[in-house]
């Protein structure tokens, strides 16, 4: 007796694999693309994709994830994830947050985060500007619409 279900049996799916005749060789290369950084100042609502160099400025409380970084343009607060590298970070540490996005805190307060395709990291050289601490755009209220 013949099935009539169709995918069951000899040759599933053996067009869509033989096809291209690209089958096990993944050797095409990808265009990597170099990083954009960005600056403090040009962080707005809503935006992601960020990648930038920061300096940390203060570290929060024990139990407070959230630590104040800044660039040569200002400061924002940065939501750090990581308990291993919440215990690297120092004042003066140099860090490159990449891939980051801005999640707004009680819908008004910008904070800048990193998600499982984000990456906050230490960075190994030190980074040579000097933070400008007054002009902290996480005190911002922002009102979207």
Known sequence: MESNRRGRGRGRNRGFRDRGGRRGDFSHSVEVRKPIFKTVEEICPEMGGIN???????????NNREVLMGDNTGSVIVFVNDNSLLQQLRDDTSVYVRNGFVEMKNDAF????????????????????????????????????
Do not use: P
């Not at 930038?52 to 024990?62: A, D, E, F, M, R």
């Open 52 to 62: 930038i160099k920061l300096k940390v400025i203060t570290l929060g409380s024990n």
């Open 110 to 145: 910008i904070r800048l985060k990193t998600n499982e395709w984000g990456k906050i990291e230490v960075a190994q050289e030190n980074f040579d500007f000097i933070v400008k601490k007054g002009n902290n755009i996480s005190e911002v209220e922002y009102t979207i619409e």
